[in-house]
């Protein structure tokens, strides 16, 4: 299965890249990163991913109007909002626009694989 990280902090898509070393996550391959909406949209018509972890707060375009963005040019892609923003209704909103989950920054490795796991099982199962 091919993963997007879509994230403004070269930190946080460096953290989540390696985390997709796991064994737990052999199925994934991380084939993009994007550092805002705007750059993702256009590596998601490349790379057509199955699944993408997605930041709310970014420069250009938002995680919100990015995930709406990529669930219109393809309904089945697995979105996992990753967010430091402590804002219900803007997570809400982007559940709403089409993400599958959310994780509050900072967030364990064991919760990003936990998650990802699931987006991959709900994948699987589709």
Do not use: H
Not at 32 to 58: C, H, R, W, Y
Not at 107 to 114: G, K, M, P
């Amino acid at each position: 299965m091919r993963m997007m990280i879509v994230d403004d902090s070269n930190i946080v898509r460096s953290r989540i890249a390696r985390l997709v070393d796991d064994p737990r996550l052999s199925m994934l391959s991380v084939v993009g990163s994007a550092s805002n909406g705007a750059e993702a949209i256009k590596l998601f018509s490349k790379t057509q991913p199955n699944i993408v972890t997605m930041d709310l707060t970014m420069p250009e375009m938002d995680g919100v109007e990015c995930t709406e963005a990529l669930i219109d040019m393809n309904p089945d892609t697995s979105i996992l909002v990753i967010s430091a923003l402590s804002d219900k209704a803007t997570a809400i909103s982007a559940l709403k626009k089409g993400a599958q989950g959310f994780i509050y920054k900072p967030f364990t490795d064991d919760e990003i694989i936990a998650a990802l796991l699931e987006l991959v099982e709900t994948d699987a199962n589709a």
